[in-house]
């Protein structure tokens, strides 16, 4: 499967893919925050993956081509390291209804919130690096 059109809707915070066989889905800017493939997110086994938290407001401030094969999406939280391959984007789009479902099931177990402002997100967030050798 290969894209053959792809538009970011800034708007409606949007963005639509459509391939070669037919096949168009329209993905949240948050739905694409929050199932980045990046090592950060999921992690390099199962029980390290990250609960993503606080998401609802994220934009894409940026899209990059990476070779013929996939794509980088900058966010507004400055998270721009997963690579979204053509399958794993239509992967995503295929699953996004039971992904979003399972997700929001998760955030609600966990007690956090979609929320950027919500303080029950405190525990999920990153914490600063020190800077000082002295604390590292």
């Not at 894209?3 to 070669?20: G, N």
């Not at 984007?89 to 007690?111: H, T």
């Amino acid at each position: 499967m290969f894209p053959v059109e792809m538009s970011l809707h800034k708007v409606s915070r949007k963005f639509e893919i459509a391939y070669d066989d037919g096949q168009r889905f329209e993905l949240s800017f948050e739905f694409l925050r929050v199932f980045s493939p990046s090592a950060e997110v999921v992690g390099h086994t199962p029980d390290q993956a990250k609960l993503q938290v606080g998401k609802r407001d994220v934009v894409i401030d940026g899209v990059e081509a990476v070779g013929q094969y996939a794509l980088r999406f900058t966010f507004s939280d400055g998270h721009d390291s997963g690579l979204y391959s053509w399958d794993y984007l239509y992967d995503l789009g295929q699953n996004q209804d039971k992904l979003w479902d399972a997700y929001l099931l998760e955030l609600k177990q966990a007690g956090a919130s979609r929320d950027p402002e919500d303080p029950a997100n405190e525990p999920f967030k990153e914490k600063p690096k020190a800077t000082c050798p002295s604390h590292r």
